[in-house]
């Protein structure tokens, strides 16, 4: 049995042995005079994780640098037509570019440097479109746009026979031909001016044809059917040359007595038409009003017009014979109204419209013009 001694002196090593635990425990979570978050000393080191303590983790990823977005592509525009090609689309092309205004031929279906201009042209008017000669996608669709659906007679027009501006013998026998009906009052000429397009639109309404004023193949296939062929007094009437009247050639300028001469005299208002000194017609005139004065001196005959219209002052100068600029020797029907009540806008007027329609065919281009004093 243990002695009292042996126990007492247990018991003082068990009390020794808890107090050094409880110091133990306080130091490791910081001693009463110390601050909870102390920092560790500079010395210190952190010592690397073991093994077992990474062992579950996952590693971590590197961020991936985002992939740059690829930059936008123009929208591809193909071409649809180009030249060398011939289709019926490419006559649609043609009639959608002629409701435009580009295109003033004939639909006829080939591709070919008209056409090629015709929608540069196109393309030009248009800023939003490049200039190519070449239809592509965009272009087509913007000219589909703007016009509508051709017709048949846009797609394949009636052909054109004779029109304003022509000037031969098939003329001439259109106007014989329209005579015999009544529709042309005046003597052939062969040129196809206002008075013809307004015979034609005259025949073609009392026919029940479309009225343009052109003759288009079913005007003269009906117009044909329905004449004789025109004779030759019906093509060129027998034209009784004017008598000469008699002028003082002592009062005419000199430079009107060499050559083939239109000799105006602003002091007797005479037009006397000589050949080598020799007075071969004379003719009334008036000259311009106030303001259009006409112009004085020689100048020659550049441009004969028969059925001229003036674009300016919207009227007519039959037998209008050019020499200073727009100012013109011709018929005026206001003069053979008004005789010398009123004047011209410069141009040498005459009211003997047959006397004057003779000299017109007499007179050459290249023939002297003397406006005198």
């Given at each position: 049995?243990?002695s009292?001694?042996?126990v007492?002196?247990?018991g003082?090593?068990?009390a020794?042995?808890a107090?050094?635990?409880v110091?133990?425990?306080?130091c490791?979570?910081?001693?009463?005079?110390?601050?909870p978050?102390?920092?560790?000393?500079?010395?210190?080191?952190?010592?690397?994780?073991?093994?077992?303590?990474?062992?579950?983790e996952?590693?971590?990823?590197e961020?991936?640098?985002?992939?740059?977005?690829?930059?936008?592509?123009?929208?591809?525009?193909p071409?649809?037509?180009?030249?060398?090609?011939?289709?019926?689309?490419?006559?649609e092309?043609?009639?959608?570019?002629?409701?435009?205004?580009?295109?003033?031929?004939?639909?006829?279906?080939?591709?070919?440097?008209?056409?090629?201009?015709?929608?540069?042209a196109?393309?030009?008017?248009?800023?939003?479109?490049?200039?190519?000669?070449?239809?592509?996608?965009?272009?087509?669709?913007?000219?589909?746009?703007?016009?509508?659906?051709?017709t048949?007679?846009?797609?394949?027009?009636?052909?054109?026979?004779?029109?304003?501006?022509?000037?031969?013998?098939?003329?001439?026998?259109?106007?014989?031909?329209?005579?015999?009906?009544?529709h042309?009052?005046?003597?052939?000429?062969?040129?196809?001016?206002?008075?013809?397009?307004?015979?034609v639109?005259?025949?073609?309404?009392?026919?029940?044809?479309?009225?343009?004023?052109?003759?288009?193949?079913?005007?003269?296939?009906?117009?044909?059917?329905?004449?004789?062929?025109?004779?030759?007094?019906?093509?060129?009437?027998?034209?009784?040359?004017?008598?000469a009247?008699?002028?003082?050639?002592?009062?005419?300028?000199?430079?009107?007595?060499?050559?083939?001469?239109?000799?105006?005299?602003?002091?007797?208002?005479?037009?006397?038409?000589?050949?080598?000194?020799?007075?071969?017609?004379?003719?009334?005139?008036?000259?311009?009003?106030?303001?259009?004065?006409?112009?004085?001196?020689?100048?020659?005959?550049?441009?004969?017009?028969?059925?001229?219209?003036?674009?300016?002052y919207?009227?007519?100068?039959?037998?209008?014979?050019?020499?200073?600029?727009?100012?013109?020797?011709?018929?005026?029907?206001?003069?053979?109204?008004?005789?010398?009540?009123?004047?011209s806008?410069?141009?040498?007027?005459?009211?003997?419209?047959?006397?004057?329609?003779?000299?017109?065919?007499?007179?050459?281009?290249g023939?002297?013009?003397v406006?005198?004093?």
């Open positions: 049995m243990r009292a001694h042996t007492r002196s247990l003082r090593s068990l020794a042995l107090a050094a635990t110091l133990l425990t306080a490791g979570t910081g001693g009463a005079g110390e601050e978050d102390a920092k560790p000393v500079a010395n210190e080191t952190t010592p690397d994780p073991s093994p077992e303590e990474t062992a579950g996952e590693p971590t990823e961020a991936e640098e985002p992939e740059p977005e690829p930059s936008p592509t123009e929208e591809p525009d071409v649809l037509y180009q030249a060398g090609e011939t289709s019926e689309e490419i006559r092309l043609q009639a959608r570019l002629a409701q435009t205004g580009h295109f003033a031929a004939q639909p006829t279906a080939f591709y070919g440097e008209v056409t090629t201009g015709a929608v540069a196109y393309q030009e008017s248009r800023a939003e479109l490049e200039v190519s000669g070449v239809v592509h996608q965009s272009t087509w669709d913007l000219l589909l746009s703007e016009t509508t659906e051709p048949q007679d846009e797609l394949f027009p009636k052909k054109q026979v004779m029109g304003y501006g022509d000037n031969n013998d098939q003329v001439r026998g259109l106007q014989a031909r329209l005579k015999q009906l009544g042309f009052d005046v003597d052939p000429t062969g040129y196809y001016g206002n008075v013809t397009s307004d015979a639109k005259s025949y073609q309404k009392a026919a029940g044809l479309e009225v343009t004023g052109t003759v288009y193949e079913d005007t003269w296939d009906l117009l044909k059917s329905q004449t004789k062929t025109p004779t030759e007094d019906e093509l060129r009437p027998p034209v009784e040359v004017p008598e009247d008699e002028a003082d050639t002592a009062t005419l300028d000199e430079r009107c007595m060499t050559g083939r001469v239109l000799c105006i005299s602003k002091t007797t208002s005479q037009l006397v038409w000589m050949i080598d000194g020799e007075v071969q017609l004379t003719l009334d005139v008036r000259f311009g009003a106030e303001g259009y004065e006409t112009r004085e001196g020689q100048f020659t005959v550049y441009w004969k017009s028969r059925d001229h219209h003036s674009t300016i919207d009227s007519p100068m039959p037998f209008a014979m050019f020499f200073d600029g727009g100012q013109a020797v011709h018929y005026s029907e206001n003069f053979r109204q008004n005789g010398y009540n009123g004047g806008y410069g141009c040498v007027n005459v009211r003997d419209y047959d006397s004057l329609e003779w000299l017109f065919d007499e007179v050459r281009e023939d002297k013009v406006i005198y004093w």
